[in-house]
RNA sequence: GGAGAUGUGGCAGAGUGGUCUAUUGCGUCUGAUUCGAAAUCAGAAGUCCGUGAAAGCGGUCCGGGGGUUCGACUCCCUCCAUCUCCGCCA
């Protein structure tokens, strides 16, 4: 959510953020909502003003012994008139709320310009292709002859794009998990998290899921719960409502969970075993930050979501998302992008985002700083999804014999194992 | 799931319809005293909205929402959370 006051003293900085995003806002009908707002609320502290006098004074006068009755009539009336203001103001609010609720943020200025994925920025390449004679086997390939998941079943249990894991790939996802979340413990000062993985809606409004993009969330109808697209949603309102010590900033967590995403509309393309699911495994970095610091704390994130990349030596590289591609709350955001030799494509597999204080505002998040109260800054990044690492393993690992060669980083969550060798004949 | 109890400022804890602009204690901040500190004494302090250049002024907030009343921390309804007991169960 923006600052409520940029709607009458910056409208015009509103207009060009969203122009560059190519988000269409109809910002008249919000300031016409405010301004009125704001004529109500002042006729209404007047009324309430006037009450508590007339109240007062009959304190006064039945304290004394004397009739209050022309106060009493007197104040009926006014009451009649406040609770009538308030309905209209308590209208007024509710529209602009739920207007300010699907403003999108407004991209930092070091974002570049663009409309599209098409438009983003290559900031940084790491790692070469492994040199090899033949061409690598494709993942879904070397993951069939090496039995390390079934999307068969998984379709038939619950539904395309639910993969089960199976012996030594349920091992190897489960390794890098473990791999991620001891790293960022270890390396980064990152405080382990293991959220619930259903949240309520004011949670889901809280980090920008809801109200606008609900046609993309598993919900439990009976509980009016949803299922978390990210870690992102339970770790970042755990703070919600709070006013967090300056002193303990920035607050650095890292979770696991899985995420689960109806990819509605999506379908069709791109879809091809791991590259798109329903339910897949990621450890989330979510980091609450002093906003003075935030864009230090960004570029932080990112160097913490590739060293896992330089851990496991995949080539990668880094994007800088054009103002048109930047998701819904984010004002600046990295793509990380793994490099899938078979597949011969990058794919995404880490987003780096600093939402300024757009989400903080919404979960009300707070700290003061100087004696001054003001929205803290979040930031998250995957540190990371699971799935097209193992794509990318696959397809950058393979031995000549048909075997699938274990990154060193991996061996110890393997027990040791520097081969998951090919499958006897 | 059933029965009961509780929810008040950073924390503890009073307040059962009208000077509550919420008693008090601890903690916090400022000042005095001191070479400095402790102790002591004095004072200050919240959120959010509106208005204003600012000081200030008006409004708001006692778990959330709604109701009764001229007036609600106080009475009623409802939801949520916590605690105790019972039931069920990884």
Sequence with gaps: MLDPRMYREEVDKIRQGLERRGAKVDLDAMVNIDIEKRKINQQLDQLKSERNTATESIAKLKRAGQ???????????LGDEIKAQQEKFDDLEARFRALALLVPNLPHASVPDGRSAADNKVVKEWGTQPASSAKPKLHLEVGKELGLFDFERGAKITGSGFPIYTGLGARLERAMLNFFLDFHVANHGFTEVSPPYLVNRASMIGTGQLPKFEEQMYHCGEDDLFLIPTAEVPVTNMHGNEVLD???????????????????????????????LHQFNKVEMVQ??????????????????????????????????????????????YDLEVFAPAEERWLEVSSVSNFEDFQARRANIRTKIDGKMQFIHTLNGSGLATPRVLVALLESYQTPEGGLRIPEALQPYMGGMTEIGPKKK
């Design 246 to 276: 300056s002193a303990s900033l920035p607050i650095s967590y890292a979770a696991y969970s899985a995420c689960f995403r109806r990819e509605a509309g999506s379908w069709g393309k791109d879809t091809r075993g791991f590259l798109r």
């Design 288 to 333: 609450f930050c002093d906003p003075a610091k935030s864009y230090q704390a960004h570029e932080f994130l990112l160097e913490c979501a590739e060293a896992l990349l330089q851990k496991l030596g995949l080539r990668y590289r880094v994007l800088a998302l054009c103002a048109g591609d930047l998701g819904f709350g984010a004002a600046k955001c």
């Design 67 to 77: 009739d209050a009755q022309p106060d009493i009539e007197k104040t009926r009336v």
